[in-house]
């Protein structure tokens, strides 16, 4: 059963712009849950790239997308939303979406629930 779903990703030109859906399921997403979008490149591991605290609601960006990339959330519609801007070639990868109860920090393991990922490819 599928309960978090991707949307919106594709091929961009470098200094473009993306925004990335995530539609959530009601099993998956409560206003008090840890949100995050993570990205796995080919041979890498994946890596937070922006996620908003379970704790205090607080959000954090990786050092490589901090004033380029926008996380945000809907709570009535259960949705959870990444703008992204002045895309780079190595923004290049597989996009998820996760949520948790406990997700505290922008880690993988903080996250039990996950979509199945949407490709984000910035090429000239």
């Known amino acids: 059963q599928v309960q978090l779903v991707e949307s919106g990703g594709g091929l961009v030109q470098p200094g473009g712009s993306l925004s990335l859906s995530c539609a959530a399921s009601r099993s998956t997403f409560r206003s008090d849950y840890g949100i995050g979008w993570f990205r796995q490149a080919p041979g890498k591991e994946r890596e937070g790239v922006s996620c908003i605290s379970s704790i205090d609601g607080r959000s954090y960006y990786a050092d490589s997308v901090k004033g380029r990339f926008a996380i945000s959330r809907d709570n009535d519609k259960k949705m959870i939303y990444l703008q992204m801007n002045s895309l780079k070639p190595e923004d290049t990868a597989v996009y998820y979406c996760?949520?948790?109860?406990?997700?505290?920090?922008?880690?993988?393991?903080?996250?039990?629930?996950w979509g199945q990922g949407v490709q984000v490819t910035v090429s000239s």
């Open positions: 996760a949520t948790d109860r406990w997700g505290r920090l922008c880690t993988p393991t903080e996250f039990a629930n």
